[in-house]
């Protein structure tokens, strides 16, 4: 069947999943409630001192990726779109450097050969120096204990916490000293309470498969050091949702932006619906009839259009609540201090620890490409910023004190935050003289609740959703976090892999 549909959300599941059903004959309408298209995965600009290859001064205008930076490149699918996009030739990988973790026991390199933190091989040198010799003679009791607990677990389907399976198979140190800042800087998400099929999905099983935790997780990884298991895009990730537009618009469907859909409802027997369209200001500007609408937006968003019509199914009252959201702030600076990438390519941190960054990117360390856009090398290759780097330091984690810096927090708190943080991070003393620019990013729901009453409702939706014709949602909050994951369930939703399982 073919017919009208509409899609409400401008992310990269929304201008992907409006690309597969204009290839599937559908006439598609977008609206995107803000003025950019591209969501997380969009540009920002920010201007710097900088000279000709005169020597005369000028400023210097660099793009930077807003949200996400790279990819996983676990599964096919993602890798299949940037192929399909015509991006293959532009993908690169991160510099080798490793990255660190910092908790309460202090800075320590992250083990190379690990899953969300939890380590892959035991015996590896970068796993003996962040434990103590207690903690590791503990972690290695993995390798000797029966799995049982486990695979009854698995058989049963209980949900288990990242935190009882590493504290018991690995104990408390590689909890604390490993896996908590990975959960918690990449997450958003406190390990004793969130499932860790959720932020590890297959490795329980893996595990019981394997017989123990660290094989599992290396079964996963099939060898792969964490820096090997993400790409990204020469020119910044926003290429991607760059060209999705630009196909969109050249396919002639209907892009709106800086609408948003106020209102839905069921138009009678035939199953077709009706979208209200407003603008900033809440004026009606249009009604929409469609055959078929994809929800591309947040869950709470979702809720709000859809919990009224569930006939009961659901309380509308009772539905999720928007997080504490997050801001992204980065930092330009000369420092000759950080030329030898002292933390290699970033930092996660733990709570606790009284550094109020929860990450750090070392951008211009970590990515090549972005190094020589900054340094600006002059046409004896010699780069005219030789000590100029790019920091990306991000704040607010779901479930923090009323007082953390985050989405809420002035550009003014954030960035001095920023300044404070990174040189605690890096070990480089680091000046506001120091900072040749900066901005905030911000992002209200870029990371869906991964437990508690809210996921239990987001949940809820979606098995409600399920048997309900021509209604299909989409996004981190349905299929996990990542553009991997995202992509991926684009794809099974309403793509080239509709109707099949989830194998990515």
């Not at 009208?4 to 004959?25: C, D, F, N, P, Y």
């Not at 000279?51 to 001064?57: H, K, N």
């Not at 892009?255 to 859909?261: E, F, N, P």
């Not at 504490?324 to 600076?333: P, S």
Request: aromatic share 2%; glycine share 12%; hydrophobic share 45%.
């Amino acid at each position: 069947m073919t017919g009208s549909a509409l899609v409400v959300g401008g992310g990269i599941a929304g201008l992907l999943a409006a690309r597969r059903l204009h290839e599937q004959g559908w006439a598609v309408t977008l609206a995107e409630a803000t003025s950019v298209l591209g969501g997380t995965v969009s540009s920002r600009f920010l201007d710097v001192p900088s000279a000709s290859d005169s020597g005369t001064p000028k400023t210097q205008t660099l793009e930077l990726d807003g949200g996400a930076e790279s990819y996983a490149v676990r599964g096919a699918a993602m890798q299949a779109l940037v192929d399909e996009l015509g991006l293959d030739e532009h993908v690169v990988a991160p510099e080798p450097l490793g990255s660190w973790l910092h908790g309460p026991d202090g800075a320590h390199p992250a083990p190379r050969l690990g899953l969300v933190g939890i380590p892959g091989d035991l015996h590896a040198p970068d796993v003996a120096a962040a434990l103590s010799p207690a903690g590791l003679e503990r972690a290695l009791e993995d390798e000797r204990a029966p799995m049982d607990r486990w695979a009854r677990a698995l058989a049963e389907g209980t949900s288990v916490t990242v935190a009882e399976l590493v504290s018991d198979r690995l104990g408390e140190e590689v909890l604390r000293r490993l896996v908590s800042p990975v959960v918690a800087g990449v997450h958003s998400a406190d390990p004793a309470v969130v499932d860790v099929e959720r932020v590890a999905p297959g490795l329980l099983r893996a595990a019981v498969d394997a017989g123990s935790l660290s094989a599992g997780v290396a079964a996963l990884r099939g060898g792969v050091t964490p820096g090997a298991a993400v790409a990204g895009i020469d020119g910044g990730m926003a290429k991607v949702t760059g060209r999705l537009v630009t196909s969109l618009r050249e396919a002639g469907v209907t892009v709106l932006r800086g609408v948003r859909v106020a209102a839905l409802s069921r138009m009678g027997e035939d199953g077709r619906w009706w979208a209200q369209i407003s603008d900033r200001d809440d004026e009606v500007v249009r009604g929409l009839d469609v055959d078929r609408v994809v929800l591309a937006v947040d869950g709470v968003t979702a809720w709000h259009l859809l919990a009224p019509l569930n006939q009961d199914v659901l309380d509308p009252a009772a539905g999720p609540q928007l997080g504490e959201g997050i801001a992204l702030a980065v930092l330009v600076v000369e420092a000759p201090g950080l030329d030898d990438a002292p933390r290699g390519t970033g930092v996660l941190v733990s709570p606790g620890t009284g550094v109020r960054a929860k990450a750090l990117t070392h951008a211009t360390a970590k990515w090549a490409w972005l190094r020589t856009v900054v340094t600006r090398p002059g046409r004896d290759g010699v780069p005219r910023h030789p000590h100029r780097h790019m920091l990306r330091l991000s704040y607010g984690r779901q479930g923090g004190d009323a007082d953390e810096l985050g989405f809420r927090s002035t550009d003014e708190q954030l960035l001095a935050a920023a300044l404070e943080d990174a040189a605690a991070l890096t070990g480089v003393p680091l000046a506001e003289e120091d900072v040749l620019n900066s901005t905030v990013v911000r992002w209200r729901a870029p990371i869906p609740p991964q437990h508690g009453p809210d996921r239990e409702a987001m949940d809820a939706l979606v098995r409600w959703a399920t048997d309900v014709p021509g209604l299909d949602l989409v996004g981190s909050w349905v299929h996990g976090t990542g553009l991997a994951a995202v992509v991926a369930g684009v794809e099974r939703t309403v793509g080239r892999g509709a109707g099949l399982a989830a194998a990515d």
